[in-house]
């Protein structure tokens, strides 16, 4: 059938199973908006106009995560696209998958230094799994379906198609084809015959699976690492909680891989790393075996690679070869999809215990920590679990808080933790906030931010309250930039500069400026009444919380230390 190329895109995401977009309208992006009212597609899509094109990267960031769907976001050309760019590179170097969906200035225009003109495409290619720049109308709806099959397949990851301005004036001929076919159909079809772009993940060498359940067999020491790997992988957590149960051995996870393991588990360590616990830290230094599931040894986990787990064989599983031996000499390796790797190991494992190992590892686990009149981090994230019976999706921005929630919050499934962990992104978390919560409806959803992060994208607020998204945002407000003071404090002679934030606003008084319920709190018993009052309202809230300005995030280990040199206890 003949369609304008506009009317295509949208029967395209309809094809993916697309509910939702997140974005903001522009000049060269018209024609494409101009669909929802003219063909009644805003009944079949919700679109969600954001207050910013950065906040609608990181909701449909959000709602990737938090749903395990392909994200969608929209933005014209120039600024509106390159405002993305925060967001692309946040889901890249944490593999959510999205597609960004940018039109650019007219085939006549590119070049030519044109009004909001930009090359997208080459500005965004290092952040990308993939890019497009669209210059027919007939090659639309091959582009989109093969964009979304490469944004969830394998590693997962962000994807930007860039559509000239004519190309959205455009008819052309449409073939409805459900999802299930675009395999065997057009440029998917072409890609996939070719050996070097093989969407389906290979099979694990069943000779790695043998090999390394004989290292488990002759270990004394194990420690299982879990990473983010295991929770983008569908499925996959079920498969590794089997397996490391069958294992019977301490658990440690990157912040990405909060959630795989839960939280109040008796075989987990807590985090490792920079910010990892006292057990989880000494456990990988004295492990004689370390089998990593689907991480990418950062700096903040791996500070030291030449001693980190020094009297261990290292196994890396992961899905993407590039990760092998990129920061940490391994002794084995198996590339796979997490799920089918760990399914094939369960169906070789044999039960396994270590009392010994286990009671030395867990001997190091951090006393409890005391409560008085001040309101403590510790007393905010616990509060958050009480009252939400642990069933909140927690989203967080960057820094002192973000350790906070990963170390006191005990989550127990995939998409509980929305974070960004590789990019570090101040500004990101009232975005994926909104996104998480236009996901899971019938999910509690909380922001724990900083005062620095929040001050960042909260105009977002007023996306909130238009669409009544009821997102609690928790402030932890110690009037400085608090990680940044911590490293001041501790590295720098005490030398604060440019970290007080000893200015406004007044965090109820904006909330209220955007039509929002707000309550500032210094203890404990007022942080509980004020979030069971939030969450009772199914209102979007801001809960302010006075914390101390020198409060830190313990442990801590200096970049560049073995995982042991604690800094910090």
């Given at each position: 059938?003949?369609?304008?190329?506009?009317?295509?895109?949208?029967?395209?995401?309809?094809?993916?199973?697309?509910?939702?977009?997140?974005?903001?309208?522009?000049?060269?992006?018209?024609?494409?908006?101009?669909?929802?009212?003219r063909s009644g597609?805003?009944?079949?899509?919700?679109?969600?106009?954001?207050?910013?094109?950065?906040?609608?990267?990181?909701?449909?960031?959000?709602?990737?995560?938090?749903?395990?769907?392909?994200?969608?976001?929209?933005?014209?050309?120039?600024?509106?696209?390159?405002?993305?760019?925060?967001?692309?590179?946040?889901?890249?170097?944490?593999?959510?998958?999205?597609?960004?969906?940018?039109?650019?200035?007219?085939?006549?225009?590119?070049?030519?230094?044109?009004?909001?003109?930009?090359?997208?495409?080459?500005?965004?290619?290092?952040?990308?799994?993939?890019?497009?720049?669209?210059?027919?109308?007939?090659?639309?709806?091959?582009?989109?379906?093969?964009?979304?099959?490469?944004?969830?397949?394998?590693?997962?990851?962000?994807?930007?198609?860039?559509?000239?301005?004519?190309?959205?004036?455009?008819?052309?001929?449409?073939?409805?084809?459900?999802?299930?076919?675009?395999?065997?159909?057009?440029?998917?079809?072409?890609?996939?015959?070719?050996?070097?772009?093989?969407?389906?993940?290979?099979?694990?060498?069943?000779?790695?699976?043998?090999?390394?359940?004989?290292?488990?067999?002759?270990?004394?020491?194990?420690?299982?690492?879990?990473?983010?790997?295991?929770?983008?992988?569908?499925?996959?957590?079920?498969?590794?909680?089997?397996?490391?149960?069958?294992?019977?051995?301490?658990?440690?996870?990157?912040?990405?891989?909060?959630?795989?393991?839960?939280?109040?588990?008796?075989?987990?360590?807590?985090?490792?790393?920079?910010?990892?616990?006292?057990?989880?830290?000494?456990?990988?230094?004295?492990?004689?075996?370390?089998?990593?599931?689907?991480?990418?040894?950062?700096?903040?986990?791996?500070?030291?690679?030449?001693?980190?787990?020094?009297?261990?064989?290292?196994?890396?599983?992961?899905?993407?070869?590039?990760?092998?031996?990129?920061?940490?000499?391994?002794?084995?390796?198996?590339?796979?999809?997490?799920?089918?790797?760990?399914?094939?190991?369960?169906?070789?494992?044999?039960?396994?215990?270590?009392?010994?190992?286990?009671?030395?590892?867990?001997?190091?686990?951090?006393?409890?920590?005391?409560?008085?009149?001040?309101?403590?981090?510790?007393?905010?994230?616990?509060t958050i679990q009480?009252?939400?019976?642990?069933?909140?999706?927690?989203?967080?921005?960057?820094?002192?808080?973000?350790?906070?929630?990963?170390?006191?919050?005990?989550?127990?499934?995939?998409?509980?933790?929305?974070?960004?962990?590789?990019?570090?992104?101040?500004?990101?978390?009232?975005?994926?906030?909104?996104?998480?919560?236009?996901?899971?409806?019938?999910?509690?959803?909380?922001?724990?931010?900083?005062?620095?992060?929040?001050?960042?994208?909260?105009?977002?607020?007023?996306?909130?309250?238009?669409?009544?998204?009821?997102?609690?945002?928790?402030?932890?407000?110690?009037?400085?930039?608090?990680?940044?003071?911590?490293w001041q404090h501790?590295?720098?002679?005490?030398?604060?500069?440019?970290?007080?934030?000893?200015?406004?606003?007044?965090?109820?008084?904006?909330?209220?400026?955007?039509?929002?319920?707000?309550?500032?709190?210094?203890?404990?018993?007022?942080?509980?009444?004020?979030?069971?009052?939030?969450?009772?309202?199914?209102?979007?809230?801001?809960?302010?919380?006075?914390?101390?300005?020198?409060?830190?995030?313990?442990?801590?280990?200096?970049?560049?230390?073995?995982?042991?040199?604690?800094?910090?206890?």
């Open positions: 059938m003949k369609m304008k190329s506009p009317q295509v895109l949208m029967e395209c995401l309809l094809e993916q199973g697309v509910d939702t977009v997140f974005g903001y309208p522009g000049g060269t992006i018209l024609n494409i908006y101009d669909e929802f009212e597609y805003k009944e079949k899509i919700r679109h969600i106009l954001t207050a910013h094109e950065q906040g609608a990267s990181h909701a449909a960031d959000g709602y990737a995560r938090s749903t395990g769907k392909v994200g969608v976001c929209f933005a014209t050309s120039g600024p509106g696209a390159t405002n993305l760019t925060t967001g692309i590179a946040t889901a890249y170097m944490d593999s959510s998958p999205v597609v960004f969906i940018t039109v650019n200035v007219g085939e006549n225009l590119i070049g030519k230094d044109s009004f909001q003109e930009v090359d997208i495409t080459g500005i965004t290619m290092p952040i990308t799994k993939c890019n497009y720049l669209v210059r027919r109308a007939e090659d639309l709806a091959d582009v989109i379906r093969e964009a979304f099959a490469i944004a969830r397949s394998g590693r997962p990851g962000p994807v930007l198609i860039d559509i000239l301005k004519n190309v959205t004036y455009e008819e052309v001929d449409y073939r409805p084809l459900p999802v299930e076919q675009h395999a065997a159909h057009g440029r998917l079809a072409a890609m996939l015959r070719r050996a070097s772009h093989d969407l389906k993940t290979p099979e694990p060498d069943h000779g790695d699976i043998q090999k390394l359940l004989d290292m488990i067999a002759a270990s004394q020491k194990p420690l299982v690492l879990v990473g983010g790997g295991v929770i983008r992988s569908k499925g996959a957590v079920p498969e590794f909680r089997k397996f490391f149960e069958t294992l019977n051995a301490p658990v440690t996870s990157t912040i990405m891989g909060g959630g795989a393991c839960p939280g109040s588990h008796r075989l987990f360590t807590g985090m490792i790393g920079m910010h990892g616990s006292h057990a989880s830290n000494f456990a990988v230094d004295q492990c004689d075996l370390l089998i990593a599931i689907g991480c990418r040894f950062s700096d903040r986990v791996a500070l030291d690679p030449a001693t980190f787990a020094r009297n261990a064989k290292i196994v890396h599983i992961d899905i993407d070869r590039s990760e092998i031996d990129k920061n940490v000499k391994t002794d084995h390796h198996i590339i796979g999809d997490a799920r089918r790797v760990l399914e094939l190991l369960n169906q070789g494992m044999t039960p396994h215990d270590y009392p010994e190992w286990k009671e030395w590892v867990f001997s190091h686990k951090e006393v409890p920590l005391k409560k008085d009149d001040i309101l403590h981090p510790h007393e905010v994230l616990e009480a009252v939400t019976g642990g069933d909140a999706i927690i989203t967080t921005d960057v820094g002192q808080h973000q350790m906070w929630s990963a170390q006191y919050y005990h989550f127990s499934r995939p998409g509980q933790l929305i974070t960004s962990g590789g990019f570090g992104t101040m500004g990101f978390g009232l975005g994926a906030a909104m996104g998480a919560k236009m996901g899971n409806p019938d999910k509690p959803v909380v922001l724990c931010t900083g005062d620095g992060c929040f001050r960042m994208n909260c105009h977002e607020l007023a996306t909130v309250e238009h669409y009544h998204i009821p997102v609690i945002t928790v402030i932890f407000n110690n009037q400085t930039l608090g990680m940044v003071r911590q501790l590295i720098y002679g005490e030398r604060y500069s440019q970290t007080d934030l000893d200015r406004g606003p007044d965090f109820v008084k904006l909330a209220n400026a955007y039509g929002i319920g707000g309550a500032r709190c210094a203890t404990q018993a007022e942080f509980e009444a004020a979030l069971k009052k939030a969450v009772a309202s199914g209102e979007p809230w801001v809960i302010e919380c006075a914390i101390d300005k020198d409060a830190m995030v313990h442990p801590m280990v200096p970049g560049g230390a073995p995982v042991t040199d604690f800094l910090l206890d």
